[in-house]
């Protein structure tokens, strides 16, 4: 069966459309700026660095929730630190993503510093800091 378009006339439309596609696509890519399309994708790759205080924190977060369902620590408390464990998390993923997926030592040290004080704070919040004494006078005492 024969077509009754006119060889030239398909010959114009195959080319119009082969032209017109990749400029199709450069204009929509043009029109992303500003959106999702626009952002910086998280590193998939850590280092084990940035594995251990992903690790770090998420063990920090589950003691937290530990102490909350033990009713150690009041709920308002639990939130607290629950927000400042989240920070911490935040500013570490900013900083790989802005890195490249490493985290340098100067800010490394910093976020373990912070995370540390929520550890802490939890501690003393609960009651299960560090003691100090022998239990020589009757028992031991919070160091903090």
């Known amino acids: 069966m024969r077509s009754f378009a006119p060889r030239p006339l398909r010959t114009a439309t195959l080319t119009a459309l082969l032209i017109a596609v990749p400029f199709a696509g450069a204009y929509a890519a043009g029109h992303h700026k500003g959106s999702a399309l626009d952002e910086s994708a998280p590193p998939a790759f850590y280092g084990p660095r940035e594995k251990g205080l992903i690790n770090q924190i998420q063990g920090v ?26 920070h911490i998390s935040q500013a570490a993923e900013r900083t790989a993503a802005a890195n490249h997926g490493r985290i340098p030592v100067p800010q490394y040290q910093q976020l373990l510093r912070r995370l540390d004080n929520v550890d802490q704070a939890l501690r003393i919040d609960s009651g299960t800091g560090f003691l100090i004494g022998d239990g020589a006078d009757g028992g031991h005492y919070p160091n903090g």
């Open 61 to 86: 977060d589950s003691g937290i929730a530990d102490a909350r369902q033990a009713e150690t620590i009041a709920p308002a408390e639990a939130q607290k630190l629950h927000m400042r464990a989240a």
